[in-house]
């Protein structure tokens, strides 16, 4: 057993778990990069109760916790008040709880706006973890965690988790020039549980990456001219759960070379035969995770003596967070009780909790779930399928999208949930593969080659232009000197970014956020708290339409600015009531994208998607959930995450400077009316306690 300052685990550490808890003991930053499932939270307990044990547990914010996403958040924060208790609080954007406390778990977005938004708040942080730093990639979210750390007081130490990546040391340098401070970099590539690679090709199993090559490949490789001529004819026809290839039994049509379909349920008898079970399976897309988990429920995985305690524990959770009558959990209960379960986004978040629990009890045997499961949950099993190593990635830009064979780093990321400590001396992983869409190089460089290094995805919101702006004036660009891009980047590549961040900063001053003297007018201190949706709301509310709305309407106007309809959704009609209020947004949109255009300013701003209007003004109305889930296409809990986007768009209003007191206290009572039963995150997250 390992005790530090009164936190005891039941182990002993690991040399590089030795090394950098005695870097923390001494006040010095730590780079930490380690596969998935070596221990990497044990090192970020230990920072926690050093940075409390130093503060007497006193000051606000002494140890702060940020995390890639609310899920992961609330459960370290679930995790951290078991210890702690009242002394543990959590800011996700929709759950205040305990704002004050010594301990903060935080989203990497909410930590970066609280720098922005309140200097000096966190002058008395002793430890920041930064967890799952390698999002510094995301295309999407990589520039908040590169803000977030270069705002960080210069006097608080840094903690930096990361998966397994080969330039760690040059991101540790990075932060050590910013801060003026020693990082020290710990790398580990050891598991304590290793892994055993498997994979279904032809639907037979192959554990040798050599027979699999001349028996499953059959001798095609997509680079030899023998393979890519009938490569370009391959089409994927799914029937009844089955892929099939042209040539293969149950496809009528040309013939090709020999190709048998990958049957997954016989994946699985193969796996529980093996005595590999619990799995979780992973898939890209979510009607696919349902498919499979109906599929497989046929199979009779639950054990006849464990059948009945699974019931009553699920039929218990149901009731302990309010969810026995939603038609949700009783379709859930018949996967259930054949010790299946499936979990994605559009689940309702609390029965989401409820799989976990019972897969955390070892109750259910398979969980068939996206790879944001993968994300820092804490939810490791014996084994683990990967249903494909292909799925769409975007291109260019947000709209458009191609199908990509998986990156190192992602492989590893989901593989890494195999094999519990503690418990098994092996963990196991099943790579379903398709040799007409991956290579045989391609599935050797996903095994064997090094992860992809981590590069700056810097792009400024233009609420994050004026914060800086408001700070730095004229002198913004040496903000951009600063950043990771800027040491990573050619001179061209850093021209290119300066050149951007003045782009933007002349729409700014020529839509009227920034004024000649170079203060921020009243219409750029309005914005600088609505992060992504800064323009469109701000040039509404200049038009005086956010005052003249009723609540209803702002309400729906508000969920329009959040909402992501499907790539394929069709137009919806609003209602006809709103056809003012519609045109005035298009108008408004047209404006800004007309003014991004010229200024050569990419990606567009987000237009508003009215296509929920009627769902929205039933929910603000006081219907129930399930009639308003009934009156909408979106599933149970996509609606609810763009529900609590709006409950957090609501707050930024409620609080922002230049509003009016009239839209403040209409605000105020909107978020009451909207942030009720199913969509209120923070009772949610309280029950769980």
Known sequence: METHAGLAHP????????????????????????????????????????????????????????????????????????????????????????????????????????????????????????????????????TVWEEALLLTPRQTEILALSATIPNAAQLAAWIEKIHGRPVKVIQENHRPVPLRFSFQCQNQLFSNMEILKKNGYAGFDRKSEKFNRPFRMMRRHRRGGRAFFKGSPGF?????????????????????????????????????????????????????????????????????????????????????????????????????????????????????????????????????????????????????????????????????????????????????????????????????????????????????VLNLYKSY????????????????????EQKEARDLIRRK???LQEMGYVAQGGKLTSKGVFAISLYGYELFLSEMFEAGVLDELDMTDLGILLFAAVYEPP???LPVQPPHRLKGLVLKAHEVMTDIHQAERRLRIKPFT?????????????????????????????????????????VQLCRALATAPAASAALKEKTSKLIHRINRDQVDAEAELRRCL
């Open 11 to 142: 182990f002993e550490y690991d040399p590089f778990q030795k090394e950098a808890i005695a870097c923390i003991r001494k006040g010095i930053s730590v780079f930490v990069s380690a596969p998935t499932g070596a221990g990497k939270t044990v090192i970020a307990e230990v920072a926690v109760e050093q940075a409390m044990h130093l503060s007497g547990g006193r000051s606000s914010g002494a140890a702060i916790y940020t995390a890639p996403i609310k899920a992961v958040s609330n459960q370290k924060f679930r995790d951290f008040h078991a210890c702690y208790g009242e002394k543990v609080g959590i800011l996700t954007g929709d759950v205040t709880i305990n704002p004050g406390a010594p301990l903060l778990i935080m989203t990497t977005e909410i930590y970066r706006n609280s720098l922005l938004e309140e200097k000096g708040r966190f002058s008395s942080c002793r430890w920041i973890i930064f967890d799952e730093v390698h999002f510094l990639d995301d295309p999407e979210r990589g």
């Open 252 to 464: 009528s049509g040309p013939p090709a070379p020999y190709g048998k379909p990958n049957r997954a349920p016989d994946l699985l008898k193969a796996i529980r035969n093996a005595g590999h079970l619990p799995c979780l399976y992973f898939t890209f897309s979510r009607k696919r995770t349902e498919e499979l988990a109906w599929e497989f429920a046929g199979l009779g995985l639950a054990e006849p003596e464990t059948k009945s305690r699974l019931l009553e524990e699920f039929d218990r959770l149901c009731r302990k967070y309010e969810i026995s009558g939603e038609r949700s959990s009783w379709s859930m209960r018949e996967l259930i009780a054949q010790g299946i379960a499936f979990h994605h986004a559009g689940l309702l978040p609390t029965l989401k909790e409820v799989i976990e629990q019972l897969f955390s009890k070892r109750l259910i045997q398979v969980i068939v779930t996206t790879e944001t499961f993968a994300l820092g949950i804490n939810m490791p099993a014996r084994c683990v399928v990967l249903d494909t190593l292909v799925k769409r990635m975007p291109r260019f830009s947000s709209d458009v999208f191609v199908r990509s064979v998986l990156k190192v780093r992602e492989l590893s990321q989901m593989a890494g949930r195999a094999g519990r400590r503690g418990m098994d001396e092996m963990g196991f992983v099943y790579l379903r593969i398709n040799p007409w869409e991956v290579p045989f190089p391609e599935l050797t460089r996903l095994l064997h080659g090094k992860p992809e290094e981590v590069s700056s995805r810097f792009n400024l919101t233009y609420a994050t």
């Open 505 to 507: 900063l002349t729409l």
């Open 473 to 492: 004036l004229q002198n913004l660009f040496e903000f951009y000197e600063k950043t990771l891009h800027a040491f990573q980047s050619s001179p061209l």
């Open 567 to 569: 790539r394929k959704a």
């Open 606 to 646: 987000k237009p508003p998607a009215f296509h929920l209007s009627v769902t929205v003004e039933k929910w603000i109305s006081g219907a129930s959930f399930e009639k308003v889930v009934q009156a909408s296409d979106e599933d149970e809990g996509g609606l609810i995450r763009f529900m609590r986007m709006t």
